[in-house]
């Protein structure tokens, strides 16, 4: 929700720039989806008593991610070829790491959290 708050209130500075708001706020709702899911298989992958199991769900939800967003990237080629937004894109690819490093900020604070972490 900041991150869409704050493409809203940067509406016009980023429209100047030539940056498509609606391609930052699919992309951003895209992310946030993808991150809850990756987020529900890392969390699971913490609770887990076994490392293979740990390492399963961990490994499941960075590729389910990653897959997600790159879907995401060639629908939205395929679609547009030649007018696709490519300052739009690239700030996506930046929430990407914003999403990522809550992700793991939180997680890291969790596993602490747990005794047999």
Same mark, same amino acid.
């Given at each position: 929700?900041?991150?869409?708050?704050?493409?809203?209130?940067?509406?016009?500075?980023?429209?100047?720039?030539?940056?498509?708001?609606?391609?930052?706020?699919?992309?951003?709702?895209?992310?946030?989806?993808? $991150? #809850? !899911?990756?987020?529900? @298989? *890392?969390?699971?992958?913490?609770?887990?008593?076994?490392?293979?199991?740990? =390492? /399963?769900?961990?490994?499941?939800?960075?590729?389910?991610?990653?897959?997600?967003?790159?879907?995401?990237?060639?629908?939205?080629?395929?679609?547009?070829?030649?007018?696709?937004?490519?300052? $739009? #894109? !690239?700030?996506?690819? @930046? *929430?990407?790491?914003?999403?990522?490093?809550?992700?793991?900020?939180?997680? =890291? /604070?969790?596993?602490?959290?747990?005794?047999?972490?």
């Amino acid at each position: 929700m900041v991150i869409s708050l704050l493409l809203i209130a940067l509406g016009n500075p980023l429209g100047s720039w030539g940056v498509d708001m609606k391609v930052l706020l699919g992309g951003n709702l895209i992310l946030f989806l993808a $991150a #809850l !899911l990756s987020f529900y @298989l *890392f969390r699971k992958g913490l609770q887990s008593s076994s490392t293979g199991g740990f =390492l /399963r769900m961990t490994y499941s939800g960075m590729f389910l991610k990653m897959g997600i967003c790159i879907l995401s990237a060639v629908i939205y080629g395929l679609i547009l070829r030649s007018r696709i937004n490519k300052p $739009a #894109l !690239l700030v996506c690819f @930046l *929430f990407y790491f914003i999403y990522t490093f809550a992700e793991v900020s939180i997680l =890291l /604070r969790l596993s602490k959290q747990q005794k047999d972490a």
